[in-house]
């Protein structure tokens, strides 16, 4: 039996300024190429006014420029490479332009990078983006924060509901573009049809999971899903820049 090549389903993305911040520095994005594979990703810029958004748009259009034209992966291997290889490039891109120019001194971004190839689902990881995978019944976080309330959780010191209110939660352990090196979380597993929604701290920190989960299940298209979780983001407060991408398998 030939192997499935081709997934489909519909995706859609959007970001927002949240209630709060002067400018927005999140950026998002998914796209399909020739073969059917979906690129998602997201990044939140951090570095202040006129850094942290170009430090995200910098990331953003290298990587989807980069898979719009490579077109197709002859295999999963080559496909890890191929994020691999491209996350080091935005690394050294956003750390020489910091370098050229003392205005974008410090800046750097967040990375979540999700690539469904066929049956398997890549992931990369840098900050405190997310992804999750959604079912029929449950949402659950396939990326791991690599921040310092995060660490706080993973040794015992702090409990999940304190990680939201903690004074050090924005604080990274990771970007991307700070150092001429990058290390990144990298996962390949099975992909099995699920649903993913990528998403940066903004809508998290302002949206229950089971409040997600609540408007991922309805049957609302998926641009009108992505509308309602940056409208409910808002609606409590929107302390953030708001991002999130989300893609839908068809059943």
């Known amino acids: 039996m030939k192997k499935k090549n081709y997934i489909s389903g519909t995706y859609a993305f959007g970001t927002d300024i949240g209630k709060v911040r002067l400018t927005n520095e999140d950026r998002a994005i998914a796209l399909t190429n020739i073969k059917g594979n979906i690129l998602m990703l997201i990044c939140d810029g951090m570095g202040g006014a006129n850094k942290g958004d170009y430090a995200a748009s910098i990331a953003i259009k290298l990587i989807s420029d980069a898979f719009i034209d490579k077109q197709k992966f002859l295999n999963r291997f080559m496909a890890a490479k191929w994020v691999m290889d491209i996350i080091k490039k935005a690394n050294i891109a956003i750390y020489e332009e910091a370098q050229k120019n003392k205005i974008y001194e410090g800046m750097g971004t967040t990375l979540t990078l999700v690539l469904i190839m066929s049956n398997h689902l890549i ?111 808002n609606a409590n407060g929107g302390s953030d820049n708001i991002a999130a991408v989300l893609w839908e398998a068809s059943k």
């Open 123 to 233: 992931t990369a990881q840098i900050g405190d983006s997310r992804a999750y995978v959604i079912d029929e019944k449950e949402i659950c976080q396939i990326t791991e924060d690599q921040t310092y309330v995060a660490y706080l959780y993973r040794t015992g010191k702090i409990t999940k509901k304190e990680m939201r209110t903690h004074p050090r939660r924005h604080v990274l352990t990771n970007a991307l573009g700070i150092f001429p090196s990058v290390n990144f979380d990298f996962k390949m597993t099975t992909y099995l049809n699920e649903n993913i929604l990528v998403c940066s701290d903004g809508l998290y920190n302002n949206v229950e999971e089971n409040a997600i989960l609540t408007i991922l299940q309805s049957d609302d298209t998926t641009e009108q899903k992505i509308n309602e979780l940056i409208a409910l983001a």
